[in-house]
């Protein structure tokens, strides 16, 4: 019995050290990793988040418009509380996101925010300029282009016909003046039938006219002429001899020169309109009508298309400049097109044309980052409250300030997802446990496009509104990474559907990507403040 109850002694006290270890190493991830998620502030803030708070119309003006007009300093901190605690009114929302997003602060007078508002409208005009002048450069060049393809391809085709012609011209000529001198074949040795033999035979030459295109511009027309030699033999072999010479056409008059023809019995007689050039030697005796094979004749030509290229000018840009431009364009084009085609803002041109000004006025500006797909996405929603390219332009380049880490070639995206598996491990062990078990998916992959485009395409409009703009009043209130803490809370209010059907990876993307935009961005709002508030009590605890 004594036995038995040292043993049983062990066991509880051996449970309770792996326990209390279990706990320091607990809190050991907490301070190492999850302590610079929060700020260091009285809970008592959250403590008093009320589900039915908000930024009202009516307290945006007690708050903010009264207290501008008398001059008073503005309480900005309940103003982001209100935002925090339950978003803000609808109405308001194009008076208050500018100082969401940075574009004005709530210290600056209204003096002050006109002249901000003229700075930012200069430069965007100035920027627009330069770029539309790029693409016209762009267009220009990509017309030349295709316009000097199109004039290779009916080159390449009339040269080839050419060609054609004069290999036709060449066996017509050789195949009449076979026929005209037909002679007796005499074999040196009449037993053997299939032998090959070769006799002395003249050169016959024909001379065959060639149309030279040049720039009509400068000479209308010059002719060229090919001399065609062969030996003609009384048998003839394919590895017989043809050779094609060409002659000089330095005459500016356009007259025919001839190559001098070392052979002092042929004469060269130029072809007239209709009449065939040939070359007949005095000596010659053509001993055969067997078919000549031209498969050794090859024709030269050196000629280059009608015209001369015209230069590519690239005006006050570089070639670099407008070929990285040129690259974005069309990357931006294309998503432009096909940027949320099914809400009703975007079904206008209109406003497709505002997008794309914003987009292409962002890369230009930004050149040696690019353009990356889901750029668009940043960009809809503000152009969809503000309906001015402008502000939305402003709030665009400083929503980037931010998320631009998150796109490939930054280090975001990592320590996102370095985050979200210690917050989960942290604040729900068992669906760790689980995602860690079927398949040891804890890179959490299936939230890169939560944080790429911060959770755009997880809600509807309304919805995004919403959530945007509690994140970007957490910033200035709790958090940096609130995103984190949605993120977080989304897998929370699914956590039994996940835990029920034991998803392995495969299924929970595929879970996710179909309830896009069918969360309930209300609730899970609540779940993230919770979780937020929970994570600062146990940093507190430590």
């Known amino acids: 019995m004594a036995s038995l109850c040292d043993t049983m002694r062990r066991q509880i006290l051996s449970r309770a050290f792996y326990g209390w270890l279990a706990y320091c190493r607990h809190l050991k991830t907490v301070r190492t990793h999850l302590i610079t998620l929060v700020y260091p502030i009285p809970i008592e803030m959250n403590e008093r988040v009320d589900k039915h708070l908000s930024l009202t119309i009516q307290s945006w003006t007690e708050l903010f418009l009264d207290k501008q007009n008398e ?282 044309k505002k997008l794309r000004n914003i987009m292409c006025t962002y890369i230009w500006d930004n050149l040696t980052i690019g353009y990356i797909q889901g750029m668009c996405d940043l960009v809809a929603p503000l152009l969809v409250i503000f309906d001015e390219e402008v502000i939305t332009y402003s709030c665009f380049c400083h929503l980037m300030k931010r998320l631009l880490p998150n796109f490939p070639n930054g280090t975001g995206m990592d320590e996102h997802l370095g985050h979200m598996r210690s917050l989960l491990q942290i604040l729900d062990s068992e669906l760790y446990e689980h995602i860690h078990h079927t398949g040891d998916f804890t890179h959490f992959y299936f939230c890169y496009r939560w944080f790429l485009l911060d959770l755009k395409r997880e809600f509807i409009y309304e919805d995004i509104f919403l959530v945007w703009e509690v994140i970007a009043a957490a910033r200035r209130t709790v958090s940096k990474r609130f995103v984190l803490f949605i993120a977080l809370a989304m897998m929370k209010y699914y956590r039994d559907i996940i835990l029920d059907n034991r998803m392995n990876f495969t299924d929970i993307i595929k879970f996710f990507n179909e309830t896009a935009e069918k969360h309930d961005a209300q609730e899970i709002l609540r779940i993230a403040r919770e979780l937020m508030l929970e994570l600062q009590k146990l940093i507190d605890n430590k």
């Open 71 to 352: 001059n008073l300093s503005i309480d900005k901190k309940e103003i982001y509380r209100r935002i925090y605690a339950g978003g803000c009114d609808s109405s308001i929302r194009k008076q208050v996101w500018p100082f969401l997003f940075s574009h004005y602060s709530f210290e600056s007078t209204n003096d002050e925010r006109i002249e901000i508002d003229q700075i930012i409208t200069d430069r965007y005009n100035k920027l627009i300029n330069e770029w539309q002048n790029a693409e016209e450069t762009i267009i220009k060049l990509d017309i030349q282009r295709s316009n000097c393809s199109k004039n290779s391809t009916t080159y390449l085709e009339t040269n080839q016909n050419s060609n054609e012609t004069i290999i036709s011209s060449v066996k017509n000529i050789l195949t009449k003046n076979l026929s005209s001198n037909p002679h007796s074949l005499q074999q040196k040795d009449s037993n053997i039938s299939n032998e090959v033999f070769f006799e002395e035979s003249p050169i016959h030459t024909v001379a065959i006219p060639i149309q030279e295109e040049t720039n009509k511009s400068t000479i209308a027309y010059n002719q060229a002429v090919l001399i065609a030699r062969t030996h003609t033999e009384s048998v003839i072999d394919r590895s017989s001899p043809y050779n094609i010479i060409e002659t000089d056409t330095d005459d500016d008059d356009g007259n025919l020169n001839f190559k001098t023809i070392e052979d002092n019995n042929e004469t060269i007689i130029p072809e007239q309109d209709d009449e065939q050039n040939e070359i007949i030697s005095s000596a010659s005796s053509v001993t055969s009508t067997t078919d000549v094979y031209m498969d050794a004749v090859e024709i030269l030509n050196d000629e280059q298309p009608n015209g001369s290229l015209t230069p590519i000018y690239y005006g006050s840009f570089s070639k670099e400049t407008v070929d990285t431009f040129s690259t974005n364009l069309h990357r931006i084009d294309k998503d432009v097109a096909r940027c949320d085609r099914n809400y009703p803002y975007f079904m206008n041109s209109k406003n497709l």
